[in-house]
């Protein structure tokens, strides 16, 4: 091979590393715009999350008034029941005693 042959070897590699080199370039390329994508799906992610978690809290919020109310509802039930047994034990007692005496 004489000096003219190889500076056209020489060329030609030249020539073929700059077109890998272009290929990855475009490579590079595109692997910014994913990750890009990928940083955008992240943060609409993130919102999302916030959005759920925002209306989980909401939910929460809403069974423990909730919960809240029917304590409310058991205690007052609670109290009323007491009331109507001792009503009937006074009323039994009252039967009771109207029996003693009609006999």
Do not use: P
Not at 11 to 32: A, H, N, S
Not at 70 to 78: C, Q, R, T, V
Request: avoid cysteine; charged fraction near 45%; proline fraction near 0%.
């Amino acid at each position: 091979m004489d000096d003219k042959e190889y500076g056209k070897l020489i060329d030609f590699l030249g020539r073929k590393f700059d077109r890998i080199d272009d290929r990855f370039e475009d490579m590079d390329r595109r692997f910014e715009e994913i990750d890009e994508k990928i940083e955008d799906a992240k943060r609409y992610t993130g919102i999302l999350i916030e959005e759920v978690n925002h209306r989980i809290d909401l939910v929460i919020e809403g069974q423990q008034g909730i919960i809240q109310k029917l304590d409310g509802h058991i205690k007052e039930n609670e109290s009323e029941h007491g009331r109507l047994e001792h009503m009937i034990m006074e009323d039994r007692a009252d039967i009771y005693n109207m029996k003693k005496r009609s006999k």
